[in-house]
């Protein structure tokens, strides 16, 4: 959502912070700022706009000299995006001449109440935000009072209702940052003389590898030699260090222009990651979180829970257990879940899908499930994140950093952990023998490779971008598992090029939608499951003799005529449960190549960031 850093030590913070800031623009991007101690005091310069655009206003007003300093991007929740309401939010009577400075992820939920309170103690608010508040309430709390300001920001945050990550800077040491966590992520980077705060590893990885993970209710005092943590009690608390396993590189664009186009080419790498060390002699071995074949022989029903690309391929996943395994199994949208008083029982699996492993509708899902007695397993990408943390078992993505927006990598390899689990499920409960188990398991390791050869669409792809960049509305139509992929192949377009974009199950557009279709609509179809070819058939032929063009995904065993499609794609061989793998290959080439064409903002489209810790 938002992205926080800090820096203490004995170099120039400007520099670090920017960095910082910069690899963590991902994560919301419509303003920026930093508070540093100069000579002159505590500096602010905030401003609306990209994290160029601080450079630029720093650059303007004569730069910032300090050891010490935290920065903000924002994804704005509480008042539009503009420079009064962009973070550092100072503390102090007139909210300018402050002693204190804050900046924050997360949304506090008793914001109106604390303002009304503080407002009658005389303090004036210059933004409309919720984190202004955090700051007055601090400075209140602490003026006048001989105390450490840590134990000030532990009794503020025992005020506050709702999730926050909180960077604390005052003029009482100007050597010291004071960070606190509730249901926001906060890593502390450990470093040689200097110690940093980030909301995570991808900002401090420039300055080193060590780092702790703030829990939460916990509060932290960093200075350039120490980090002391203490819990909502004030006592310490002993941290584990933890150390970042990937390369610096991994989190650059390598020559790519677009960090979207280097995810999609290092799809065969990233799924390779996730299958193959789980695939040996022709079976699905997991690592050891408590998935035992008596455990997944009692499930009665598997939930999974995602939002967005997650869930997209949540349905993928949903498809493929049932026809393997014929157990019951449902793909819920988290923000749907926690609030419809789902049916859970003591037995069922809860499959909790999340990239960022942080998303704050995934990890309320998670709790219910948890908490009604579900054995949760997260499928999670970020090493380590809350969702990580507090699942029963996790089956980690590996698939490395995903800088974009929009998700591809981490989609597909969530594809293939879903795939592993189906078969694991259906082997242990006697669906599938162990020849079968074993000739799935030699598919299911030769994706990377295919998808490898589907990424060779790419110049067919650029071409068909160039053709229909310019329509309006596009539509992706598919049935079964592959509805499941033209929904993420629609989301991905409209997220990525703006263009409204629908996906409709094939036999459901003659029921409405079809009167949107007209001379010259882009169709995107997908067939590649053999026992719904005709049928898909059919439905394409009813939108092209309603004038649409058509890009036909097929199966690599469709020999059906298709004269009447504009381009066809077809997959290499391979069964058909896995084709939404391969299949959604071209069609994120296309989101990219028709945003790129429309010249959008290709990994940081307008209005989303990476990861939504807010409901
Ligand atoms: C779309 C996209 C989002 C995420 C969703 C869940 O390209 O990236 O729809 O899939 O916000 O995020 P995670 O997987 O981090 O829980």
Redesign the pocket.
Known sequence: MCGIVGFTGQENALPILLKGLYSLEYRGYDSAGIAAFTQKGLEVVKTRGRIANLEEKIRETGGLEACCGIGHTRWATHGEPSDRNSHPHLGGKDGKSGEIAVVHNGIIENYLELRERLEAHGYVFQSDTDTETVAHLIDYLHTGKKEDLGMTVLKAVGMLRGSYALGVVSLDDPHEIVAARRANPLVIGLGEGENLIASDVTAIISRTRKYLILDDGEVAIVRPDSVKVMNEFGDTVEKEVQEVTWDLSAAEKGGYEHFMMKEIMEQPQAVANTLHPRIQDGHVVFEDQGLTDERLKKAQHIHII?????LHAGMVGRSVIEELCRVRCQASVASEFRYENPIIEPDDICLV???????AD?LAAMRLAKAAGAYTVAIVNVVSSTIAREADGVLYLWAGPEIA???TK??SAQLGALYLFAIKLARVRGMLNADEEKTLCEALYKIPEQIGEMLQSKSQMQYIATRYANRSSIFFLGRGLDYAAAMEAS??LK?VSYIHSEAYAAGELKHGTISLIEEGTLVVALATQPALHEKTISNIREVVSRGAEVVLVTSADFDGDTSYCSHVVRLPALPHAFSPSLSIIPLQLLAYYIAVERSCDVDKPRNLA???TVE
Do not use: D
Not at 306 to 310: L, N, P
């Open positions: 995602g939002c967005g690309s997650a899908i999340s990239q960022s492993g942080e998303t995934t927006v929009a998700t981490a989609y989301l991905k997220e990476k990861s939504v």
